[in-house]
């Protein structure tokens, strides 16, 4: 190197420039560049502990990302991960306003759900051809999910198929949560659950069953009320709506 730059001083090679430029080049340590995925995770994790980012994508505004984390609020950041956003992300459209942070919410409960499977579920057939289907979140001692499920064979006759998942409020080793338990280990849970529904008596009965694993579910997928239905897109419908206005939102009247 001495002797390199000795001859660029003397002017003895004009081609030594991109030489000596290349030598130091090689010789510096390398800086990895972070990418967004990376910066965005670090200054995240470093600024709150025991957060643990589990996706980083962009979103559909040039040079903002969308950051998925353990706690499932929808987080959205800059590139270096400088400045963070945190709420609904809404875009003006000719047809109106839309909630993109919903619509990839809604993304992600269906791939939720359709990693969950569909074994365990109660479920109420369409009378008929089935013309839409529908998860529902349910609570039995829920007044407005027994009000939906007063509206049951109107939902059936409409072409509506109705799988119930459970979903007790109270949570494990409640009144409730024992009450479903016994509806799903019944010899007729249809029965069970239109019994228990009413208000009237069930049997107590246990077995394996999957209420346990259901609300946790539920609760993955951001059920934070009764009853939570689920189109098969994802979209969350909250609380109890009549069956023909359900109809009509997933297009059927």
Known sequence: M???LSRFVRGESTGLVAALVLSLFLAAPQAVAETPEEAITKRLSEAVPGLRVDAVKESAVPGL???????????????????ILAGELLQLTDQGV???TEKARSGERADTMAAFGDEGLITYPATGEQKAEIDVFTDIDCPYCRKLHDEMDRLNELGITVNYYAFPRSGPGTPSFTKYESVWCADNQLEAMNRAK?????SQASCDNPVADQYQLGREVG???TPAILTEDGNMIRGYIPADKLAQGLGLL
């Open 65 to 83: 990302y969308e950051v998925r984390t353990n706690n499932r609020d929808m987080i959205y950041a800059t590139g270096d991960g400088e400045y």
């Open 2 to 4: 001495k002797q390199l």
């Open 98 to 100: 839309v909630n993109v």
């Open 198 to 202: 009413a208000g009237e008596k069930v």
């Open 223 to 225: 059920v934070t009320g």
